[in-house]
């Protein structure tokens, strides 16, 4: 395929078999650590099955972020946004602040609520249907992406119930999708570092296949550039593939780069400085020509690659931009480059830049909306 370039025969033939169909494991961790002249090319494939799967359009999706409280019990090494109930800069957000921010995102045309926060000590899957009610009450059209599995594992357990019923609840409630949020990374030896009071590999891949299974889909992460190997990056994908294999219930793969400026484990010197943006683009690219039209959605997160970054991710087998991302605390704790909101007009400019065409959609990839 790449006759007339520099390019190893072994990455030739990997990349020309990806045309067809997904690479292996152990092809992906050779691609993953391609370098030199190599490393074009599999960026030109990956944006060449793109385009193959999914045409020209970018996605992203007019959204609110509302983090209900800092408070968690389950402290991550990775994460500068937790706060103990006792800490002097803790809240909880009451009924009438969840909806002022949800009235302030409905007048800018928020198609999705992102309802996310720290593990209460206490929440029960009661606490959590009354949130979502609290939106749908009053918002019934606009879609909640809300609670990680580790909060959905903590209240089933306060609740006494089992993880089938507590999703079966959410359910009911109105939740419309799951973040992939508490995912990290699926290695039981890299959870031990980064977040050892988090759910485990095993819990993770229950929570999201029981979700999947009563009727709520949602996104699938993954966080890298931390502790984990690149090894252990490949099979986090090779995982996730698995999982949308037997459910097809992720919506899109989000690679979330790591934030490391106020992370306790990068300045305890536990971690590494996060991703290069070759491995960035690498960690994109693969990803499609593991995942190809099994998860047709791949998100670039401007909010924590800034947005020069992100678009050039575009480029690398990736067709979504995320959302607006209004209120989104966690990010700005972490140092999010370029802040933590974005409009619709400076979304769309990356993307036309690229000769390709923005469009609004909602949480599920089901209904899209033209920029006006």
């Not at 960690?283 to 800034?306: C, E, F, H, T």
Request: aromatic content about 8%.
């Amino acid at each position: 395929m790449f006759d007339k370039l520099p390019i190893s025969s072994k990455t030739d033939k990997i990349l020309t078999k990806s045309l067809d169909e997904p690479i292996s494991v152990e092809e992906a961790n050779y691609l993953m650590n391609t370098n030199g002249t190599d490393f074009y090319p599999l960026l030109a494939t990956a944006n060449h099955l793109r385009r193959e799967i999914v045409g020209d359009n970018v996605t992203f999706i007019n959204n609110c972020n509302i983090n209900f409280t800092n408070i968690c019990t389950v402290r991550c090494g990775f994460c500068a946004f937790g706060r103990d109930a006792d800490d002097p800069d803790a809240y909880i957000l009451d009924d009438e602040a969840i909806l002022r921010k949800a009235q302030g995102a409905v007048e800018k045309g928020a198609h999705e609520f992102c309802l996310m926060g720290g593990v209460l000590p206490d929440a029960d899957i009661e606490y959590y249907e009354h949130l979502i009610h609290i939106l749908k009450d009053e918002y019934p059209k606009v879609m909640v992406h809300g609670f990680s599995p580790t909060m959905i594992s903590d209240a089933c357990m306060v609740s006494g119930i089992d993880i089938a019923e507590g999703c079966e609840r959410l359910r009911d409630a109105g939740l419309d999708t799951l973040p992939g949020t508490a995912a990290e990374i699926l290695t039981d030896r890299s959870r031990e570092i980064i977040c050892p009071e988090k759910v485990s590999v095993a819990e993770w891949i229950d929570i999201v296949k029981t979700a999947h299974e009563v009727g709520i889909p949602g996104s699938a992460t993954i966080m890298y550039g931390h502790v984990e190997t690149i090894e252990e990056r490949v099979e986090h994908i090779d995982i996730i593939r698995k999982i949308q294999e037997e459910t097809h219930g992720f919506t899109e793969f989000i690679p979330m780069t790591f934030m490391h400026e106020y992370s306790p484990i990068f300045l305890e010197g536990q971690s590494n400085f996060g991703a290069t943006g070759t491995q960035d683009l690498k960690l994109y690219a693969v990803s499609r020509l593991m995942l190809r039209d099994l998860i047709p959605n791949i998100q670039v997160s401007w909010v924590k690659m800034g947005y020069r970054f992100a678009q050039v991710s575009l480029t690398a087998g990736a067709n979504d931009l995320g959302g607006t991302l209004g209120g989104d605390e966690l990010s700005e704790a972490s140092g999010a480059p370029d802040g933590v909101e974005a409009s619709i007009d400076s979304l769309s400019r990356l993307v036309t830049d690229l000769n390709r065409n923005p469009i609004e959609r909602n949480s599920k990839y089901t209904e899209f909306y033209p920029i006006q």
